[in-house]
């Protein structure tokens, strides 16, 4: 066995025997499930049960409600029309993601593959597909000539000005056989937020279309169908009105990828089941801070570097052993509480914002990681000051307070993100599972999910923090102890 083979052990030997540190971990996996829990649970809706959010191809949580007229399209073909114009409802304006336009669509069910051009309130044409793809075309606003031309599985979509000179703006894949081809118009809501209320703002669009043609394999007559539901009742009036080739389109809701911040609505997002990271955190780094502190207290330190008179590896032992306990108990406690936490609001008649497997794994196994480099930043600190109870004050500091503070509001949207850069607590982003779009407004800001680096950048930045206090610590135990 190599020394530090033997130094492992002798490490994970000390910390099972020593009954505060096994105590610490239980602690540390129990308040990461219970504080999660405490956050997430309690109220059920008065209404009866939030419909199961839509997933779209890719396994993630969608809005996909809209009015739709079309026909079936068997085998290749096009469909090209003359968007006259898109308005609000009533001369009301519109929001900047309304849209309307003709889409491709394997079949009627919320969340199917799908392949769109169309017209925005404020982002010019665009053409889009299942739901998390967004290619921009021309800029501005006014009449459009829209086409679609499908063969095999592969869509093209593109604009003209006049109907004449045309622009590809990209292209799809859409399954091959019957399929929904067809005119649409949809418009999110708009929101309005002070301090911490919301203000949702019903909108609707209205889609007016000349020059239909088509070709190829359409057949049956152009009927319309409300996608998803209604969003907000009757009185909204989807549907539409056609005569002499015109049709015109009334319709609300969306065609995109479900986001986090307001429009989120009664679902709860994976994260929320997490909260309780940082009430875990605060124990093992307690934990952490300790076990080194717990050695110079009692005056081992001097036998323990007397056996192996390399400081650095007695220091890097100690973080292996800390680390795999610290993440062992964060993955695991993470684990249990988002499946209690899921079936817990689904009871309360809540939804869950779904998200591909993958990205669930990350933020599950994430807490395992977030709490394990936090425990080993403690340990370098602890190493450090030799003073626990100061060493532990300085990361919550350091790590919880700046979360809290931030994640709550408390701190304006630019002074969060400026924390969430730079503070260890950047790792908590580890555990973001709601996407962000440049298609699709929300406000993207702490206070909402939202950390201002990606999860895997903002989990390097504590990363960073703990090499620098680890390595400092290993100077400064040669230094002292040699």
């Known amino acids: 066995m190599t020394v530090f083979a033997q130094l492992l052990h002798a490490e994970w030997t000390k910390f099972r025997t020593v009954r505060g540190w096994v ?42 409600t809209f009015f739709f007229v079309h026909r079936t399209l068997t085998g290749d073909g096009s469909l090209t029309v003359r968007l006259a114009s898109l308005t609000g409802a009533d001369g009301a304006g519109l929001t900047p993601w309304a849209k309307g336009g003709i889409l491709v669509k394997a ?17 010019g044409t665009r053409m889009q597909h299942d739901f998390t793809h967004d290619r921009a075309g021309r800029p501005g606003a006014g009449s459009r000539w829209l086409r679609l031309v499908r063969t095999g599985s592969v869509v093209t979509g593109s604009e003209s000005a006049d109907g004449v ?16 081809a067809g005119m649409f118009a949809t418009s999110p809501a708009s929101f309005h937020t002070s301090g911490r209320s919301v203000t949702e703002n019903p909108a609707v669009a209205t889609a007016v279309f000349d020059h239909v043609s088509v070709r190829g394999g359409f057949g049956g007559a152009w009927r319309g169908e409300q996608i998803g539901g209604a969003p907000y009742g009757p009185e909204m009036r989807p549907g539409f009105r056609t005569a002499g080739g015109t049709f015109a389109l009334t319709g609300a809701g969306d065609i995109a990828p479900l986001v986090g911040g307001p429009a989120l609505g009664n679902a709860f997002p994976v994260e929320a089941f997490l909260v309780g990271a940082f009430a875990g955190l605060i124990a093992l780094a307690v934990l952490g801070a300790t076990a080194m502190t717990a050695e110079y207290r009692r005056g081992m330190i001097r036998t323990t570097l007397a056996a192996t008179p390399h400081p650095g590896r007695v220091l890097a032992a100690k973080a292996v052993v800390l680390g795999a306990v610290a993440f062992t108990v964060g993955t695991a406690a993470a684990l249990v509480a988002v499946r209690i ?3 817990r609001v689904r009871a309360d008649g809540y939804a869950i914002f779904t998200v591909p497997a993958l990205t669930e794994l990350r933020a599950v196994a994430g807490t395992g990681l977030l709490l394990a480099a936090a425990a080993i930043l403690a340990l370098g600190a602890g190493t450090m000051l030799r003073r626990g109870a100061v060493a532990v004050t300085g990361l919550v500091v350091l790590i919880v307070i700046p979360y809290i503070l931030a994640m709550s509001a408390v701190l304006p949207a630019g002074a969060a993100n400026w924390v969430l850069r730079v503070s260890p607590a950047a ?3 580890i555990q973001q599972t709601l996407p962000r779009y440049g298609h699709v407004w929300s406000e993207y800001t702490p206070a909402t999910g939202y950390y201002p680096l990606a999860p895997w950048a903002g989990f390097a930045v504590l990363c960073g923090w703990a090499a620098v206090a680890f390595g400092s610590a290993v100077v400064l135990l040669r230094r002292r102890d040699a």
Do not use: M, Q
């Not at 000179?165 to 929904?180: E, K, L």
């Open 107 to 123: 079949g009627t069910r919320p969340g199917s593959s799908y392949a769109a051009v169309l017209l925005t309130g404020a982002h």
């Open 341 to 343: 936490g899921e079936n």
């Open 165 to 180: 000179h045309w622009t590809t703006i990209g292209t799809a894949r859409v399954r091959s056989g019957a399929v929904g």
């Open 23 to 64: 105590v610490g971990a239980l602690v540390a996996f129990l308040a990461t499930v219970l504080v999660g829990l405490l956050g997430t649970g309690g109220t059920k809706l008065p209404h009866g049960s939030a419909e199961p959010l839509p997933v779209g191809p890719g396994g993630e949580a969608v809005s996909d």
């Open 427 to 429: 790792g908590f982003a």
